[in-house]
Nanobody, 116 residues
């Protein structure tokens, strides 16, 4: 059974940091590129970050460039999103997404709230 399970969300003050994790199972993780998306209340889902299968290339949405870092550990079948200098507008549910040649999978999301 394919699963993507996000964790690490929570409440953080502006300027703080969080690290999100997404643990994969049920498929060959190293064969999939990975993305993080987020969705704030009343807004469309927004691209956050992307990493290739072999961790040799990344890219980021304009709103998070320079503040967020995506990484992966293929041995642990996990992708991470390190978030720094968090702003209230980063508040959203964060989802990980596995992209294969044919299939793609989504996690259930983890809530991140940035507030004082």
């Amino acid at each position: 059974q394919v699963q993507l399970v996000e964790s690490g969300g929570g409440l953080v003050q502006p300027g703080g940091s969080l690290r999100l994790s997404c643990a994969a199972s049920g498929f060959t993780f190293s064969s999939y590129a990975m993305r993080w998306y987020r969705q704030a209340p009343g807004k469309e889902r927004e691209f956050v970050a992307y990493i290739t299968r072999t961790d040799d290339s990344t890219n980021y949405g304009d709103s998070v460039k320079g503040r967020f870092t995506i990484s992966r550990d293929n041995a642990q079948s996990t992708v991470y999103l390190q978030m720094s200098s968090l702003k209230p507008e980063d508040t959203a549910v964060y989802y990980c997404n596995a992209i294969g040649l044919i299939n793609q999978y989504w996690g259930q999301g983890t809530q991140v709230t940035v507030s004082s």
